[in-house]
Each structure stands twice: as structure tokens, then as C-alpha cells.
């Protein structure tokens, strides 16, 4: 998509954001590319915060694509070209999923939507931009949607680093 402001991307192992990064300056260098991760697993952010991989570890999230750990070179492509990472809570997870099956008729697991929930926690403004939002993956269980079971207790707020 053209012209893009700000584009926010999952953040797992890394393979999807660094690959984003690295795309986005070859072909929009003016795009402000945002990682998000659950904030009951934001190693990224505080990888990226301490300049050095920080393991995920006992990491309970009702995304389950975002429970690894970045990698040596995920990890350098993100720390130099990343503009921030955001973080979402599981109830702002879980009712990103929801909208997103909702409103679109898109099934998407709850990885997917952790960028969705980080903006609309909002304490992050898109306001007068350009945004897009990579949607990816589709390993949902259609017989136990996430917001009919169980999930980890809250890992606190949304935040950005």
C-alpha cells in the first residue's frame, strides 16, 4: 500500500517484522514501521529497550504465534530500524479477534490481531495518518473461539517502548 505513515506489524520470533522493515525502506523509507506484542510476552520491547536479546521465558498468551524469542538476526534488523514497539493486553487481544471476525468476516487468530489491540487500547495515535495493520496467520480454533475459554491472566496495560 502507498504512502503509508505508520504500519504495525506482529512480533514474535521476528521473521515478519524484520522482513516488513526491511521491505518498507527499500520501497516507503518514510513509513514508521511499529512492532506489537502481547505485554504478558514483550521480549521485543525489552530486547529492544536493553539493546540485547532478552529470552521469553513461561510466557502464558492467548497469542500463541508471539510466545518465541527473537532471534540474532531478527533481532539486529529490529533494534536498528524498528520505530517502536507497543504492547496489548489479553482482554484488548481477545476483543481485537473478536472485531476483526466480526465487522470483516475475517478469521484470524489472535497473533493476528495483537496490532489491532494496541491501537485501539489507545495510547497510541494513528489521528491524521496514513496506517495499515499486517494481517497474518490463521490458526484459530472454530469450535473454541478465544473469547469462550480460558486465558492467561492480564499482563497489564498497553504500553509503547
Do not use: H
Not at 506489537?36 to 498468551?61: F, L, M, N
Not at 532471534?71 to 504492547?87: C, N, Q, S, V, Y
Not at 490481531?113 to 495510547?123: E, F, M, Q, S, T
Amino acid at each position: 500500500m502507498p504512502g503509508l505513515d505508520v504500519l504495525l506489524v506482529p512480533v514474535g520470533g521476528g521473521g515478519l517484522c524484520s522482513g516488513t522493515l526491511i521491505s518498507a525502506s527499500a520501497l516507503s523509507p518514510s513509513t514508521a514501521v511499529y512492532g506489537a506484542e502481547p505485554s504478558t510476552a514483550d521480549d521485543a520491547a525489552r530486547s529492544v529497550a536493553a539493546g540485547r536479546i532478552i529470552p521469553q521465558t513461561g510466557t502464558k498468551t492467548i497469542a500463541d504465534g508471539l510466545r518465541t524469542s527473537l532471534g540474532p538476526l531478527t533481532f539486529e534488523i529490529i533494534r536498528k530500524r524498528i520505530a517502536g514497539i507497543l504492547t496489548a493486553g489479553e482482554d484488548e487481544i481477545i476483543s481485537a479477534t473478536r472485531l476483526v471476525w466480526e465487522r470483516m468476516k475475517i478469521i484470524i487468530e489472535p497473533s493476528s490481531a495483537v496490532p489491532l489491540a494496541a491501537l485501539l487500547c489507545g495510547r497510541f495515535s494513528v489521528e491524521g495518518k496514513k496506517a495499515g495493520i499486517i494481517v497474518s496467520g490463521g490458526n484459530a480454533d472454530l469450535d473454541r473461539p478465544p473469547w469462550t475459554g480460558p486465558r492467561a491472566a492480564d499482563g497489564g496495560p498497553c504500553r509503547m517502548q
